[in-house]
């Protein structure tokens, strides 16, 4: 049974920073493709980044262009998510989750395992 343990969110004031961490259980973790994925109260949950099972390709939400990274380490079994620059509408819940799909998607209904979330709040 695959598990998403996200770890790392906080309080942060804007224009600071924060790393959150993913670490997976299974022996195929290298084999899937990761995302970050968001939810602000009261609103739908959203994608942030993805990265695909190798590393070699990302792709992020206009919002977070320029400001945010993902990474992963497939001998750690974890994905990260560097946060500079944070801004108060970033504050949210973060969800790290796993697809076996092998394009690049931000559809949330095709990832098959999420996290339990972290708390992100930005104050102005």
């Known amino acids: 049974q695959v598990q998403l343990v996200e770890s790392g969110g906080g309080l942060v004031q804007a224009g600071g920073s924060l790393r959150l961490s993913c670490a997976a259980s299974g022996r195929t973790f290298s084999s899937w493709s990761m995302a970050w994925f968001r939810q602000a109260p009261g609103k739908e949950r959203e994608f942030v980044a993805y990265i695909n099972w190798s590393g070699g390709s990302t792709y992020y939400a206009d919002s977070v262009k320029g400001r945010f990274t993902i990474s992963r380490d497939n001998a750690r079994n974890t994905v990260y998510l560097q946060m500079n620059s944070q801004k108060p509408e970033d504050t949210a819940v973060y969800y790290c989750?796993?697809?076996?799909?092998?394009?690049?998607?931000?559809?949330?209904?095709?990832?098959?395992?999420w996290g339990q979330g972290t708390q992100v709040t930005v104050s102005s």
């Open positions: 989750a796993a697809t076996r799909i092998i394009e690049t998607t931000t559809n949330r209904n095709d990832y098959f395992a």
